[in-house]
């Protein structure tokens, strides 16, 4: 079987809703293995809580997820957040930490590696995000594409089959996303197998292997950049283009 086009995540008829307010109704969406799925959509059309039932921070109401064929709703979630990384809008590093620390932490309690093995691990990732040299650095004094590009550091360490974007640039100045998003394009190049939340079109069009666009809990299209960007068919998505490109 060729692995580099099997379905290594499958998400299937997902409902859930917050009271009244259904804010997933029946969403289906797949990603190939070593592939990069972007997922586009006004605010409020349930994209970063898509992502967090795929990571299990919230449980859905009905439906299923699939890695490799298996349900992640068996799983104990702790064990599913190491194959399965994730990368929020907001960093999440400890402020009273190095960012050596901040990455050796999981490590060691997740992992259970010692010490040493620990901190080769993330001296190893800071080497890959470009960031040797702040291994001792607080996270106050980095900036914001710096602090971001550590937070996905610490979720690679953990060595992740899929990871997780939920529109990581949202809160970096402009001259600051070029630099996270060249990274992520770069993690895609790599063959890590990906699911970004994004409002970066032009990542969308350019790295993605294929676009979901999503309004009101539903996935109203997906397909390929070119016929998502180019020829797109449902006209809630073309009205989304015309005023965002």
Known sequence: MDTTTSVSLSVRDVHLAFGPNRVLRGVDLEVARGRTACVIGPSGSGKSTL??????????????????GRSVLRDDPDALRQR????FQQFNLFPHMSVLRNITLALRRIRRLSEDEAVAVARTQLELVGLAAKADARPAHL???????VAIA???ALQPQVMLFDEATSALDPELVKGVLALMAELSAGGMTMVVVTHEMGFAREVADSVAFMDRGVVLEAGEPAAIFERAEHPRLRRFLSQVL
């Open 51 to 68: 992502l967090r039932t795929i990571n299990r921070l919230i449980e859905p109401d009905r439906g299923d997820v699939l890695l490799d």
């Open 84 to 87: 399965v990384g994730m990368v």
């Open 143 to 149: 900036s914001g594409g710096q602090q971001q590009r």
């Open 154 to 156: 610490r979720a690679l």
